[in-house]
């Protein structure tokens, strides 16, 4: 392959070219079939100013090719793995001018690799006719020592740089080599961790809970200072010492059960647990735990413990309060019920009876399926405004159905609550059929009292016309005048109708008056 080559360089050396090379490389084939790399010169030798020859110096290169393939390989080696660090690299001279600049260095400083080497570095980074203030790399090249520092950069980035001088054979500085790593998001982690450790160390020493640790055999290694506020003792009386100490004796075999679940890598539901106090007494606290593991093994407990003493009263209280409740609604001879999302949730005893069902019969119903079909679009009206928090009259009236389908009437005071987080409306009903009969005869009698005045009234004024026949309809004009006032006025119908019934007879005194008299046709003389 290599011979058109050789030949060409040979011909051009003998026409006396001198645009050629002063050496030619080429392979040269071996009598074993292999080859070396060698080099020839070739001088022509001229006679009577005629070439005639040529005198060929040959020279094996081999080692030396060899020598120099290697040394390319090793450079090209050191420029992959320069250029594969994360790490910024820059070589620079003792004149400042940039030798060596990796990927790393220009996407740092923002500065496009091409345009980096051969140009100062102050210049080229930073636009400065002169060496940086500090400079690092010039205090590295003037002690003959690494110098470290890290330099906040304008856009916030961090950099850990540190610059080493380089040195020739004879123990001269040639220069200084500057790594730089971005640490920026390292040391904002740093920095995270510390606040973090801060607000926990924080939150331990104020939290009202007690948060402690303890060993795997059981010992009590930490305490926060709500433990001295709660318990009254300081929290060194209780350091090294077994938590069994502490617990109430009667609670031991469930504190030594949750220590022994946790010890087994199983985190603590809430438990109850009661301890000693200072002043004699005991308090119920509300213990959680997880394990603490490190290397995959569990070197300890870290807990909370909440007073929870005031609380468990109280649910005991309510409890209470709740039992004296369900007592009297179960025991009351008014209809109670509850209804939400238009479902009944809740009824009483007496309500189930009210309507002929058993209690559990009612329970998921729509509750408007017992109000009388005239009265349901009403209710569910007043069910809607009141859901809407709307200010209605807390007692009203409505027909309801019973299971056979008898209709009796009921009083109803119902209000808005929240029930089970929701809200609903509760409601008390009492059966009021009885009166609203009451109510009904007396209204018929009533009616039938105005129907006797009525008529009697009317007898009157009939019997005054006949003793009158001269004024014969006046006392009916009358009336129907003083009625026509009296609604014009705005008086109501029981007041227009008494004011008619008084026209009607207003002329009542006549008859006591004799009929001669009334139907004199001349004038009275007294």
């Keep these: 392959e290599d011979r058109e080559r050789v030949l060409d360089y040979h011909h051009r050396c003998m026409a006396g070219d001198f645009t050629v090379p002063e050496r030619c490389e080429f392979r040269w084939l071996c009598g074993d079939g292999g080859f070396r790399h060698v080099a020839i010169s070739v001088t022509p030798i001229v006679k009577e100013g005629h070439v005639v020859g040529s005198r060929v110096y040959l020279y094996d290169i081999t080692e ?35 030798k060596v600049c990796n990927r790393a260095s220009s996407e740092i400083m923002g500065v496009p690799k091409d345009q980096c080497v051969g140009k100062r570095c102050y210049k080229l980074f930073y636009g400065r006719d002169t060496v940086c203030p500090g400079c690092l790399a010039k205090r590295a090249m003037e002690t003959k020592q690494k110098a470290s520092e890290l330099r906040h950069r ?10 080493y001088p380089v040195f020739d054979r004879e123990g001269r500085v040639t220069g200084a080599t500057i790594l730089g790593l971005d640490v920026t998001q390292q040391k904002r982690a740093e920095e995270a961790l510390r606040e973090s450790e ?83 007494g005991y308090a119920v606290c509300e213990f959680t735990g997880n394990p603490v593991v490190k290397d995959g093994r569990i070197v300890g407990i870290l807990g909370v413990a909440r007073d929870v003493t005031q609380r468990r009263k109280m649910e005991e209280a309510l409890r209470e309060s709740e039992e004296r409740y369900r007592t009297l609604v179960e025991s009351s001879l008014t209809g109670i019920f509850i209804h ?109 009292l105005h129907l006797v005045l009525e008529q009697t009234v009317r ?51 006549k008859i006591s008056v004799p009929t001669d008299i009334l139907n004199k046709p001349g004038r009275l003389s007294k």
Aim: proline share 3%; glycine share 6%; aromatic share 8%.
């Design 198 to 280: 801060e607000r926990y160390r924080i939150l331990v020493e104020t939290a009202r809970d007690v948060i402690f640790s303890l060993s795997v055999e059981g010992v009590i290694t930490s305490l926060n200072r709500a433990f001295e506020v709660f318990t009254g003792w300081p929290c060194s009386q209780w350091i090294g010492k077994h938590f069994r100490e502490i617990v109430y004796t009667d609670d031991l075999s469930i504190a030594e059960e949750s220590f022994q679940r946790v010890l087994k890598g199983k985190s603590l539901p809430p438990v109850d647990i009661r301890i000693r106090l200072k002043s004699g």
């Design 340 to 448: 939400q999302d238009g479902k009944y949730v809740f009824v009483n005893e007496r309500f189930a009876q009210m309507h002929g069902y058993k209690p559990e019969e009612l329970i998921g119903r729509d509750y408007l399926e017992l109000i009388y079909p005239e009265d349901r679009e009403a209710a569910k009206k007043r069910t809607e405004l009141r859901l809407k928090g709307e200010k209605l009259p807390v007692s009203h009236e409505l027909r309801r159905l019973t299971k056979d389908g008898r209709v009796f009437w009921c009083q109803m005071v119902a209000t808005l609550i929240n029930y089970q987080g929701k809200p609903a409306v509760m409601g008390n009903v009492i059966d009021i059929t009885p009166q609203k009969q009451a109510e009904d005869n007396m209204r018929k009698a009533i009616t039938r």
């Design 459 to 509: 007898a009157f004024a009939t019997t005054i016309e006949k003793r009158d026949p001269y004024t014969a309809g006046h006392q009916h004009r009358v009336a129907r005048l003083a009625r026509a006032i009296a609604k014009e006025m705005g008086l109501s119908h029981e007041e227009c109708v008494g004011i008619y019934m008084a026209g009607l007879v207003h002329d009542i005194g």
């Design 154 to 163: 304008p856009n916030g980035m961090i950099l850990d740089k540190t610059a």
């Design 64 to 98: 030396q090719k060899k020598l120099m393939e290697e040394l390319e390989e090793s450079r090209r080696t050191f420029q992959r793995t320069l250029e594969s660090l994360n790490e910024a690299v820059l070589m620079i001279d003792t004149d400042f001018v940039v």
